[in-house]
């Protein structure tokens, strides 16, 4: 089974910038969107936005403004950046495959704990 | 887009069978069969077990199923198991607005 591996900064200071990287293997990247999902402590899961390997992307009205979602199709690899960000902001932060047809998030990866401090 | 409402928790002994609620709103749950089900346990990320409102993934046990009545869908686990101690989210597209898809309060599931 695929299994998505994702990595970055475990550790920020208010205000700087989030950057989180996910590499999916072979196949199982090309005609897929691919989500970024986080989950603060002890609550649930918020959906971030997607990006398809054509670049296309869509975001969460809430954080559009600082979100940037991008694709390196060379590497199979898609990437979050969250600016600005503040205490409200850590959280783990989980990549995941969008089945389109189903709309449903079939695959995640292990999940990166990010934590916004001074 | 607020999330959907579930139980914060439900408990049951091993071999009964619980019911968990997911409701939204014509917009999510009661407009599309897009809703999903996932299992969380501590510590580790979501796996799915429920799509299309009723359709398991292949490896998921046939003691999950899922229903959908109006804007309120549920998950069922039947003969419960220890294993089966976790939290789990509901989810579904919406049409409201971005974002695409939301998700459930979550709830908390205890095997007495």
């Known amino acids: 089974q695929v299994q998505p591996q994702q990595w970055g900064a475990g550790l920020l200071k208010p205000s700087e910038t989030l950057s989180l990287t996910c590499a999916v293997q072979g196949e199982s990247f090309s005609g897929y969107y691919w989500s970024w999902i986080r989950q603060a402590p002890g609550k649930g899961l918020e959906w971030i936005g997607e990006?398809?390997?054509?670049?296309?992307?869509s975001q969460n009205p809430s954080l559009k403004s600082r979100v940037t979602i991008s694709v390196d199709t060379s590497k199979n690899q898609f990437s979050l950046k969250l600016s600005s960000v503040t205490a409200a902001d850590t959280a783990v932060y989980y990549c995941?495959?969008?089945?389109?047809?189903?709309?449903?998030?079939?695959?995640w990866g292990q999940g990166t704990m990010v934590t916004v401090s001074s | 887009q607020s999330a959907l409402t579930q139980p914060a928790s439900v408990s049951g002994s091993p071999g009964q069978s619980i019911t968990i609620s997911c409701t939204g709103t014509s917009s999510d749950v009661g407009g599309y069969n897009y809703v999903s089900w996932y299992q969380q346990h501590p510590g580790k990320a979501p796996t799915l077990m429920i799509y299309?409102?009723?359709n398991r993934p292949s490896g998921v046990s046939y003691r999950f199923s899922g229903s959908k009545s109006g804007n309120t869908a549920s998950l069922t686990i039947s003969g419960l198991q220890a294993e089966d101690e976790a939290d789990y989210y509901c989810?579904?597209?919406?049409?409201?607005?971005?974002?695409?898809?939301?998700f459930g309060t979550g709830t908390k599931v205890t095997v007495l």
């Open positions: 989810s579904s597209y919406t049409s409201s607005s971005t974002p695409l898809y939301v």
């Open positions: 299309d409102v009723n």
């Open positions: 990006i398809i390997h054509s670049g296309g992307t």
């Open positions: 995941a495959r969008h089945q389109s047809g189903h709309n449903t998030f079939d695959i």
